[in-house]
């Protein structure tokens, strides 16, 4: 899976990871990584922004629209530090290939 975009913001372009990617490097559940989030957003309590900030719908195998989360990089890595040390390992080692 190769879900690592560019998204126009305000103040340029910024790299993004969906929580798909997350999940699937981490090997987690989908539904898990998508908790994670939200939790790790409201410990934060940024007034900045948001989960909704990052929220975003894709279609599933049956066509089902389902939500998933688009992190910046600082979020991602934020994220990950939570979970196990060869996990952030696979994260960051794909970032710095997608920096490539």
Request: proline residues 3%.
């Amino acid at each position: 899976m190769n879900d690592m975009t560019i998204i126009q913001d305000g103040s340029g372009q910024a790299l993004t990871m969906s929580s798909r990617e997350i999940a699937d490097l981490c090997e987690k559940q989908h539904t898990h990584v998508i908790r994670d989030i939200e939790k790790m957003m409201q410990e934060i309590g940024q007034p900045k922004f948001g989960p909704a900030d990052f929220l975003n719908e894709y279609k599933d195998a049956q066509g089902k629209t389902r939500k998933e989360y688009r992190l910046p990089r600082d979020l991602t890595v934020t994220l990950m530090t939570g979970y196990r040390a060869d996990l952030r390992y696979k994260v960051v080692t794909r970032l710095e290939d997608l920096d490539a």
